[in-house]
């Protein structure tokens, strides 16, 4: 199922949210020019299941990526991986972005940054979505909101786990940035000091 959604100032969203260090994702209800679907399986891959035991934490963290694998389609149909997957025969599509959903959030009080691989969730395909911490390349530190350069950096996911990556691209092909171990995810177009978030125009 897709569908559009978004209505500015409507009675019952979050219009005014300042959030947390953990609300990436959060898909920006600007005007209609927004599209999301569902999935019905969410598996985690390997290095993003190392990373979040290191962590003690769980779940796909909210504003990451999400792959699925045209080899299988057919077979295994609503089937994403958060990280690109890598069996035999592979054949990866970045698919979006797993939304920032309040009620998803509050329904894990201890682990409120992420959604369970058994939940449903809200993938973003188009849109513009806000990011308040990322890897500066893959496997890089976390940097927040004050280390970003709209002017110079973009936003791409790291392969292996998903995560999103704010980065100078090394290199362009096809006018596409380009970034090693990482997929481009989409331009920088609006920083906000106030809420210590930049928004990403995604256009992968």
Known sequence: MEHTSGIPLDLTGNNIWHGTNLSNGKMMLLHTFNLTTA????????????????AGTDGVP????????????????????AGVPTAANAVPKLAGVIAYEAGLASGQPANNGSVMTWSKGKLI??????????KAGAAGAIIHYAD???ATMVMFVENST????????????????????CTYLGKIV????ENEQWVVELGF
Request: charged share 15%; net charge positive; hydrophobic share 45%.
């Open 162 to 181: 998903g995560d999103p990556v704010v980065a100078v691209p090394t290199s362009y092909t096809n006018g596409v940035p380009v970034l090693a171990n």
């Open 39 to 54: 999935w019905s399986k969410l598996i985690i891959t390997t290095a993003l299941q190392a990373e979040l035991t290191t």
């Open 125 to 134: 395909k188009r849109g513009f979505v806000a990011y308040k911490k990322a």
């Open 62 to 81: 909210f504003g990451n990526a999400a792959w699925y694998d045209r080899y299988l389609i057919a077979s295994a149909q609503g089937t994403l991986y």
């Open 148 to 150: 970003v350069n709209d």
């Open 190 to 193: 609006l920083l906000e000091p």
